[in-house]
């Protein structure tokens, strides 16, 4: 079992910066592969981000590519997700997500552990 927790979320304009972090524990962390995911009300969970174990091969979503970064520190069982040039539209509750077996990273269905999520709202 991965347990995960995000932090991070809060209110910010559009234009600015915000950084997330998920801080995992239970298992080992390292050989996980991790992923963001964002969801809105009656919207299905999307996919944002993710990484490989070694925090190399970064993926993103087209609607986050040049604004977003996502990175890992394996010693400190965490994976971040920086936002920077943020937008209206990318309010929404954003959740961290641990992966080991195969599947598609941007596949909720890939991912076995999920956080809690943390809200991010970006006013205009």
């Known amino acids: 079992q991965v347990q995960l927790v995000e932090s991070g979320g809060g209110l910010v304009q559009a234009g600015g910066s915000l950084r997330l972090s998920c801080a995992a524990s239970?298992?080992?962390?390292?050989?996980?592969?991790m992923g963001w995911f964002r969801q809105t009300p009656g919207k299905e969970r999307e996919f944002v981000a993710a990484v490989s174990w070694s925090g190399g091969s970064p993926y993103y979503a087209d609607s986050v590519k040049a604004r977003f970064t996502i990175s890992r520190d394996n010693a400190g069982n965490t994976v971040y997700l920086q936002m920077n040039s943020v937008k209206p539209e990318d309010t929404a509750v954003y959740y961290c997500?641990?992966?080991?077996?195969?599947?598609?990273?941007?596949?909720?269905?890939?991912?076995?552990?999920w956080g809690q999520g943390t809200q991010v709202t970006v006013s205009s």
């Open positions: 239970g298992r080992s962390f390292s050989p996980y592969r």
């Open positions: 997500a641990a992966r080991s077996g195969g599947g598609y990273y941007d596949s909720t269905a890939a991912y076995a552990y």
